[in-house]
């Protein structure tokens, strides 16, 4: 298993996950990501900020992390933290603890990073992800709505996230 900043040509594979993110979402609950535009994964990744997960020749996971997140987190934002955002994974690779890996990556990157807060959130109404993430040592910080604005992911229209994290 390897950690690596994404490549342009992983895009293809980047999408094939969110594809099948969104699906399972659908499956699950019923405010889903819309889709995204390319040109903000290129920019992702071009900013060094998006990431996959490999084992072997697959890809097995993506995530984006901010250091910036103020739209959801408010005040907090003033906070020395990362933020994890659109975490996808493969179907062949469910259930290996994923969220578990990319933060124990990030505690050993702390000091580098010089953070003091791991941070994510997620759509409320799924309470099998809530407890997925308590069971990973994050704290649950409340609920959040989004102020939507034109030009920002139509997933957060109207959205409600809960919000969760770890102090270091």
Known sequence: MQITLSKTTDIPQIFKLYDE??????????????????????????????????????????????????LIWKEANKDKAVYIHRVAVNPKFRGKGYINIIIDWLKGKAKELAIDYIRLDTESGNDKIKNYYLSCGLTFKGSTKIDWEAGMPAHYKNATLILFEIKL
């Not at 390319?38 to 901010?66: K, P, W």
């Open 21 to 70: 993110a969104i699906a399972y979402q659908k499956a699950v609950k019923g405010n889903v990501w819309k889709g995204f535009e390319v040109s903000l994964i290129e920019q992702e990744i071009a900013e060094q900020r998006h990431y996959v997960i490999t084992e072997g020749d697959d890809v097995a996971c993506t995530f984006v992390l901010s250091f910036d997140d103020e």
